[in-house]
């Protein structure tokens, strides 16, 4: 089966909920915060975490990051940072 195949059917059958904030499942909200100083320090490469550390200050270095580096970094903010 094509992979496209697999989401036209996925789709069709949960409907509209596939576009809901948290998909299929019934997660609560997240509770945000704002706190400039932690965005700062992740954006610099200063979290204290050693993978992530070395994935933004290479960004900061070259401009670049590869994909999966990408998806690390971002999970990090968004679910241990907040």
């Not at 965005?39 to 994935?55: C, H, Q, S, V």
């Not at 070259?62 to 241990?80: C, E, Q």
Request: proline share 5%.
């Amino acid at each position: 089966m094509f992979m496209g195949d697999y989401w036209k059917y996925y789709c069709m059958y949960h409907s509209d909920r596939v576009f809901r904030p948290y998909g299929l499942t019934k997660r609560p909200d997240y509770s945000w915060r704002v706190d400039k100083n932690v965005i700062k320090r992740w954006k610099e490469g200063n979290t204290g975490m050693p993978y992530i550390d070395a994935l933004m200050r290479e960004l900061n270095t070259t401009g670049y990051m590869p994909g999966r580096g990408r998806l690390a970094a971002a999970s990090y903010f968004t679910h241990d940072l907040k």
